[in-house]
């Protein structure tokens, strides 16, 4: 029997476990979160996310429903796992959350088996994952995660200046001596 090397990596092999470039280079194939254990993981930004209380696999396609829920090419994922975090804190505490939000992404799941033969999370195309969204836009699990999103996604500071916004002017003394009435740009 021949064992094969990577030869990327001339120290490892497979029974040393995976190198992190073979591991990049997977993540580039096949979408860039992972889970591992009671983690989701991102390998290509360098972050993870603890999960305890929901399934790891939960976790993963909230943070893909997230970012088909409010898009923007700007952010890394790891703002919207910052976003859904909650989900995962709250459950903990509050049994009917838990299940409302593991019924759902089960749902999901379901919905992209029948359509695409995947689960939602590995849909491999937006449009596809979006129009699988649709379907479920007036069920309580979808109106939970959209309407949390606005305040969980919108409300850390990191990604104000990425939107524009300066944050509170109110410790500023207000916007009125601030540029609130320059309109160079007209």
Do not use: C
């Not at 194939?29 to 930004?45: D, H, K």
């Not at 790891?56 to 859904?84: N, Q, S």
């Not at 596809?128 to 959209?146: C, D, G, H, T």
């Amino acid at each position: 029997m021949t064992t094969l090397i990577d030869r990327r990596s001339p120290s490892r092999s497979p029974s040393n476990g995976p190198s992190r470039r073979s591991i990049l280079g997977l993540m580039g194939a096949t979408g860039a979160l992972m889970i591992s254990g009671l983690a989701v993981i991102n390998p290509r930004e360098a972050w993870g996310l603890e999960v305890t209380t929901l399934k790891p696999e939960t976790m993963r396609t909230l943070i893909v429903m997230a970012r088909d829920v409010y898009p923007h090419d700007k952010l890394a994922d790891r703002f919207y796992a910052v976003a859904m975090k909650p989900y995962e804190t709250g459950a903990a505490s509050d049994p009917a959350l838990k299940t409302l939000v593991e019924e759902g992404v089960i749902t999901l799941d379901t919905l992209a088996k029948a359509r695409h033969g995947v689960p939602y999370a590995d849909v491999g195309w937006e449009e596809q994952r979006v129009a699988v969204l649709r379907e479920i836009e007036e069920s309580a699990f979808f109106q939970k995660v959209r309407g949390g999103l606005v305040v969980s996604l919108y409300n850390q500071e990191e990604l104000w200046p990425v939107f524009g916004y300066e944050g509170s002017s109110d410790d500023k003394g207000g916007y009125i001596d601030r540029g609130f009435s320059d309109i160079s740009w007209l």
